[in-house]
């Protein structure tokens, strides 16, 4: 079965909502970024829907990349595990609602950021991989990059495992191994700690996917290219993984206690009326998260996509508008060329929300090209990454938040807007302004995670049925 089909098997009946659950999990870490960690996060989820098996797939963290080619391996949403984002109250729950959510799963694969034991700057490792694999309490599945590295491998991976006893490492797959004696080696000195060895994979064996200023290509972007990629990782981990062992590590996990997240729950039942939201999508906007649209359909928004790249025009009677993330930079001429959806943007009445790509996309230009003109602001692309949670308050009254709520978000971006904020701020942080507030338009570098705040939805669509 290939990558892309939906031929999957499901995972027999729904589970009850707060029933427990027995659903096997992993998650894929390593000691730091660049071990492959998707690499072997994404062959496996391939792999695994290869053998038949419903697999859902997870990130930790704010990532929107990754989960694009781990949807496309496994034949369902990629979801992100985040507690700064969202709440690690909501974490086990958000896995058992994605891991149910359209069908019950037979595994979660959950691939881990950064280091294992790196998160939020300052904060002994919150929003770690390590926090959520507790949170979840699920097993872990180490990638450790061999080159250049002997028996030194089993010291480090005895000291990954020592820093948090709490986080178990029930194996290893071995990266970037050099030759036959090489994985020798290193399966002696893994022995020596009692770490199991569940693959080796060759250095030569490296599967590539290509790259961009804030990391990799996204998967809308690149297909039919993203599924050969995905195909070479589904058959380069067949050919080098005990999937067998996988899955055995991942029956260790116990049953999942907490109930399933509801996004109907979350936002307190719909609205009463049905108001038609268009959410931005496309190789242009790729970055959101799948909650967002199921929390907007749970207040009673009819949700639809418009692609700023090709439609001409709002969908029919849409009240609303949600501009996420991606790369405009990458399209801008294409952006500019679709001129009439352009100039109905700048002249829309209703709430529109954006976020990063989506604040760029609103103003005047980027890098010289005309965008829509709603918002008066020029930006440009930098040589400066900006990275990083933020710790927000809304500072304008807006149709997604009351003026001093709190938000956690995140940014992540290579430009720079003049100004830097409007004469109506979004948000204050460290001290400072940032975004646009003008009229029922509410633009900033912020992105959220709207079950971590799912007031957000609500108000859009009661905003939008006004």
């Known amino acids: 079965m290939r990558p892309g089909s939906d031929e999957a098997t499901t995972g027999g009946p729904p589970p009850e909502p707060t029933a427990p659950w027995a659903l096997p999990r992993v998650v894929v870490a390593a000691p730091a970024s660049g071990h492959g960690k998707t690499t072997v996060a994404t062959g496996l989820l391939a792999a695994l829907r290869r053998r038949g098996l419903t697999v859902s797939p997870h990130k930790v963290g704010p990532d929107y990349i990754d989960p694009g080619y781990h949807a496309l391996a496994a034949g369902r949403p990629g979801r992100n595990l985040d507690p700064w984002l969202i709440g690690e109250e909501r974490i086990a729950p958000l896995l058992r609602h994605g891991a149910s959510t359209p069908t019950p ?17 300052g904060r002994r490792g919150y929003a770690s991989t390590a926090h959520v694999a507790r949170l979840i309490d699920a097993p872990v599945l180490l990638v450790l990059d ?13 000291g990954m495992a020592a820093f948090d006893p709490a986080v178990r490492i029930g194996g290893v797959i071995l990266n970037r191994v050099g030759s036959p004696r090489h994985e020798r080696l290193l399966r002696d000195a893994l022995a020596e700690v009692d770490v199991p060895v569940l693959g080796a994979v060759a250095r030569a064996a490296e599967v590539a996917a290509p790259s961009r200023h804030l990391g990799l290509v996204p998967v809308a972007e690149r297909a039919p290219e993203s599924v050969a990629v995905v195909d070479a990782l589904a058959e380069l981990v067949e050919s080098t993984v005990d999937l067998d062992a996988v899955l055995e590590l991942a029956r260790t996990a116990p049953p999942l206690t907490a109930p399933a997240w509801d996004p109907a729950a979350a936002v307190g039942g719909p609205t009463g009326v049905r108001p038609v939201v268009a959410v931005a999508g496309g190789p242009a906007f790729t970055f959101s998260y799948a909650e967002t649209t199921e929390l907007l359909a749970a207040a009673g928004a009819e949700v639809t996509v418009v692609d700023p790249l090709h439609d001409p025009a709002l969908p029919a009677g849409t009240r609303a508008v949600v501009i996420g993330g991606g790369f405009p930079e990458a399209y801008a001429e294409q952006l500019a060329a679709n001129t009439s959806l352009r100039a109905e943007l700048a002249d829309f009445t209703g709430p529109m929300v954006a976020e990063c790509a989506g604040l760029l996309y609103l103003g005047r230009a980027l890098d010289g090209v005309p965008m829509c003109g709603r918002l008066d602001l020029t930006a440009r692309m930098t040589g400066r ?12 009254d807006s149709p997604i938040a009351r003026p001093g709520a709190p938000v956690h978000g995140h940014e992540f971006h290579r430009t720079v807007t003049d100004p830097g904020y409007g004469e109506r701020p979004a948000w204050h942080w460290d001290g400072a302004a940032h975004g646009f507030v003008d009229g029922r338009v509410h633009a900033s570098y912020l992105h959220t995670h709207w079950a971590g705040h799912p007031d957000t939805a609500r108000r859009l669509v009661e905003a939008a049925a006004r």
């Open 105 to 121: 799963a037979d595994i979660a694969v959950v691939e881990g950021v950064m280091g294992l034991h790196d998160g939020a700057v």
């Open 385 to 396: 990454l900006t990275l990083g949670y933020r710790s927000a308050t809304a500072a304008t």
């Open 146 to 158: 061999t080159t250049a590295q002997g028996r030194s491998a089993a010291a480090l991976t005895l």
